[in-house]
């Protein structure tokens, strides 16, 4: 499975995608190697993109971190580089390493990796079945 398409149109992004990429690209030439502070990241995408306080989450354009959310994992711009810390690697980035999920109530554990930018998922936390809440 290869979600990661060499030839990447940002501007087809939604809106959020594009924030988090144009911040964490003109925060990159400030933090460099050591990696973004994710709150610098969060506040510095709001503001391009106009969205209010805490509505903008980076970790969902990591390429070593995978959510549950449909929208997880689908405009990759970022890697976890340390505790709060993202290095901005940009989309179509040849990444090699595993790809992490933690579990709302578990262990994080590895569901699959990156070779060279061809991506391998073991298990796809996004397409798991999700409990529904009924009432009577």
Request: hydrophobic fraction near 30%; aromatic fraction near 10%; charge should be positive.
């Amino acid at each position: 499975m290869s979600d990661n398409p060499k030839h990447i149109v940002v501007q087809d992004w939604p809106n959020r995608a594009r924030s988090i990429n144009e911040a964490a690209a003109q925060l990159h030439l400030q933090y460099g190697e050591e990696g973004i502070p994710a709150e610098v990241l969060q506040r510095e995408a709001e503001r391009i993109g106009g969205y209010r306080r805490g509505s903008v989450l980076p970790s969902d354009y990591f390429y070593n971190i995978i959510n549950r959310a449909s929208y997880s994992f689908q405009h990759l711009v970022l890697v976890l580089v340390g505790r709060g810390r993202y290095k901005y690697v940009g989309p179509g980035y040849d990444y090699s390493g595993p790809i992490m999920w933690r579990p709302k109530h578990g262990e994080e554990r590895q569901v699959g990796s990156w070779d060279a930018g061809d991506c391998t998922l073991e298990q796809d936390p996004r397409q798991a079945q999700r409990k529904t809440r009924t009432t009577a």
